[in-house]
């Protein structure tokens, strides 16, 4: 059973900078895509970013430009580095693996990131 733990949400000004981090307990080239989810309170869930197995990388038109996906195979691990940060960036982030193999998809716990005005 592979596990996602998502790290690195908190509380930021408005402008500012966090770096999350999704840490997989396998290794990550088994997944075909890795993404990272959010979700504000009363809002639908939002694809935020994707990272496929071939390192093509993928950005939801609202964060282009400010937010930048990536990995570390070696550790296993994804990151969302969120720059710019804006009030309406105030959500639950989740990481998500697909599997190669097919069959469900893998959640993390979620992050909660508050961007202050």
């Known amino acids: 059973q592979v596990q996602l733990v998502e790290s690195g949400g908190g509380l930021v000004q408005a402008g500012g900078s966090l770096r999350l981090s999704c840490a997989a307990s396998?290794?990550?080239?088994?997944?075909?895509?890795m993404d990272w989810y959010r979700q504000a309170p009363g809002k639908r869930r939002e694809l935020v970013a994707r990272?496929?197995?071939?390192?093509?990388?993928n950005y939801a038109d609202s964060v282009r430009g400010r937010f930048t996906i990536s990995r570390d195979v070696a550790k296993n691990t994804m990151y969302l580095q969120m720059n710019s940060l804006k009030p309406e960036d105030t959500a639950v982030y989740s990481c998500?693996?697909?599997?190669?193999?097919?069959?469900?998809?893998?959640w993390g716990q979620g992050t909660q990131v508050t961007v202050s005005s």
């Open positions: 990272i496929t197995r071939g390192g093509s990388t």
């Open positions: 998500t693996a697909r599997p190669l193999v097919g069959g469900r998809d893998y």
């Open positions: 396998g290794s990550i080239f088994s997944f075909n895509t």
